[in-house]
């Protein structure tokens, strides 16, 4: 079974910052596959945040997190991290890891359709 943990949430003030890291199962950190962040905050529906492409770190956002999130990877920890400054209080969601797109850059996406595996999350609370 592929596993995703997710680490790295908490509480934290308006214009702060966390650090989220998801460690991915080998059978899913491949050369064409892509992952990424998503969140659901309550009463919403899950959004695309993040996606970075394992082969050339090619990176997708949504435009909300854009300027202040930084999705990233480590090939030699399978690690895959999103570096989240100047947090807002919108921002507070139960964030999961996803992985299990394929197809490199021709399929790369934020669309929740194209994930196949998530985490359990970890939720991100953020005080004004």
């Known amino acids: 079974q592929v596993q995703l943990v997710e680490s790295g949430g908490g509480s934290v003030q308006t214009g702060g910052s966390l650090t989220l890291s998801c460690v991915v199962d080998?059978?899913?950190?491949?050369?064409?596959?892509?992952i990424a962040w998503f969140r659901q905050a309550p009463g919403k529906e899950r959004e695309g945040v993040a996606a970075?492409?394992?082969?050339?770190?090619?990176?997708l956002y949504a435009d909300s997190v854009k300027g202040r999130f930084t999705i990233s990877r480590d090939n030699a920890k399978r690690t895959v991290d999103l570096q989240m400054d100047s947090l807002k209080p919108d921002d507070t969601a139960m964030y999961y890891c996803?992985?299990?797109?394929?197809?490199?850059?021709?399929?790369?996406?934020?669309?929740?359709?194209?994930?196949?595996?998530w985490g359990q999350g970890t939720q991100v609370t953020v005080s004004s």
């Open positions: 996803a992985a299990g797109g394929t197809g490199g850059r021709l399929y790369f996406s934020l669309m929740q359709s194209a994930y196949k595996y």
């Open positions: 080998i059978d899913v950190y491949l050369f064409d596959n892509y």
């Open positions: 970075i492409l394992i082969a050339d770190r090619a990176t």
